[in-house]
């Protein structure tokens, strides 16, 4: 992420991803075995069965379902492990949902969503105004673990919660401490 401070770096990583990519595509079309194993998994009725019936969908419709009954305030910090099952009308329940922003709607309701969703837009708005110089990699930083809560519930997680809120902080505050200069 500190390569992307200097053009340099930036180009560097370009290369990189570049020859990634490339690489990629060349082992799909000269092996069978990544050919057949991408051809199935995008194979159109496969996909609309696995939306229709996958964990992740019944679980995103659990929360529906919550936050249908819990609108305002959901059902309480760290509740949904012990409640989720008043909810889930599946078999073989799963007891997370896999995204941050989902659990957070169950949680807390639309009231502790949007509390979120204002610090994250705040957040990434105050480290975009710093996107031209030490406030890139931060932005990179906070901008991928927002992308990647859409498939990960971190934010509860010790390690990763931390580490979050600490680059998401440092980020702000670098720039807080640039402007005040």
Not at 107 to 125: K, P, R
Not at 142 to 165: E, R, S
Not at 170 to 178: C, N, P, S, T
């Amino acid at each position: 992420i500190f390569l992307l401070k200097s053009r340099e770096g930036r180009r560097t990583v370009a290369i990189v991803a570049s020859a990634a990519i490339a690489v990629f595509i060349a082992i799909v079309c000269l092996f069978p075995t990544p050919r057949r194993i991408l051809t199935s998994r995008f194979n159109p009725r496969q996909t609309a069965t696995e939306l229709r019936f996958s964990h992740r969908t019944r679980v995103y419709a659990t929360v529906g379902s919550i936050a249908a009954a819990h609108p305002l305030l959901g059902i309480g910090t760290r509740q949904y492990g012990n409640r989720y099952l008043e909810f889930a009308h599946y078999e073989n329940p799963i007891g997370t949902p896999d995204n941050q922003y989902l659990l957070f709607l169950a949680e807390g309701g639309l009231v502790g969503f949007g509390c979120f969703a204002a610090f994250l837009v705040y957040t990434l708005g105050r480290l975009w105004g710093g996107r031209a110089g030490d406030g890139l990699p931060f932005l990179v930083a906070v901008g991928a673990f927002a992308a990647a809560m859409l498939l990960l519930d971190g934010v509860y997680w010790p390690a990763t919660g931390l580490t979050f809120f600490a680059v998401a902080g440092a980020g702000v505050g670098r720039r807080e401490h640039k402007e005040v200069r």
